[in-house]
T-cell receptor, first 110, second 111 residues
């Protein structure tokens, strides 16, 4: 059973554009929703995270929007840059268990 | 500062051979430890996690096993590898049950 569904699988955006990646979860017990960024050959690194008691969190060009009633959350990358090209994973966690989505390969065209 | 060591970086093994991947963490005590596998199109699949010495939770039934013989050591093993065990294996730790710090991974190819 896939507990965290992520889309799209791949995404191409022009430099300066907005990149949007969406995730949906099933278990309402999840209480922490992070996004990780992974470059080729490296382990993922935490990018930004949100808790379900807020609807939006912004850190620089990265914003998480959270819709608790719909059980959905999304990552917005404003003014996308070629250096943002990477694989992005959403995740959801409860206690010690952290479940990831299948990832989105983002490519920013120069 | 905390660091995580994972080795080897790459490994090529024949089908039916045993496997042992090791992960160690420095600079922290009693971390939660995790093994994930990354395969094409399947994202990051949680295999095992541990909240303490000797405490292992298995998420996916398969021919892999994990052990935590010391507080900051986590080992992934198999007695007989299958072709389907190929993938990128990542060890991770967390101190606050949330933020994960990943190792650099092991690319395993089973031939």
């Amino acid at each position: 059973q896939q507990q965290v569904k992520q889309s799209p699988q791949s995404l191409i955006v022009q430099k300066g554009g907005i990149s949007i990646i969406n995730c949906a979860y099933e278990n309402t017990a999840f209480d922490y929703f992070p996004w990780y960024q992974q470059f080729p050959g490296k382990g993922p690194a935490l990018l930004i995270a949100i808790r379900p008691d807020v609807s939006e969190k912004k850190e620089g060009r990265f914003t998480i929007s959270f819709n608790k009633s719909a059980k959905q959350f999304s990552l917005h990358i404003m003014d996308s840059q070629p250096g943002d090209s990477a694989t992005y994973f959403c995740a959801a966690s409860k206690d010690d268990k952290i479940i990831f989505g299948k990832g989105t390969r983002l490519h920013i065209l120069p | 500062s905390q660091t995580i060591h994972q080795w080897p970086a790459t490994l090529v093994q024949p089908v039916g051979s045993p496997l042992s991947l090791e992960c160690t963490v420095e600079g922290t005590s009693n971390p939660n430890l995790y093994w994930y596998r990354q395969a094409a199109g399947r994202g990051l699949q949680l295999l095992f996690y541990s909240v303490g010495i000797g405490q292992i939770s298995s998420e996916v039934p398969q021919n892999l096993s994990a052990s935590r013989p010391q507080d900051r050591q986590f080992i992934l093993s198999s007695k007989k590898l299958l072709l389907s065990d190929s993938g990128f294996y990542l060890c991770a730790w967390s101190a606050l049950k949330e933020k994960l710090f990943f190792g650099s991974g092991t690319q395993l190819s089973v031939l």
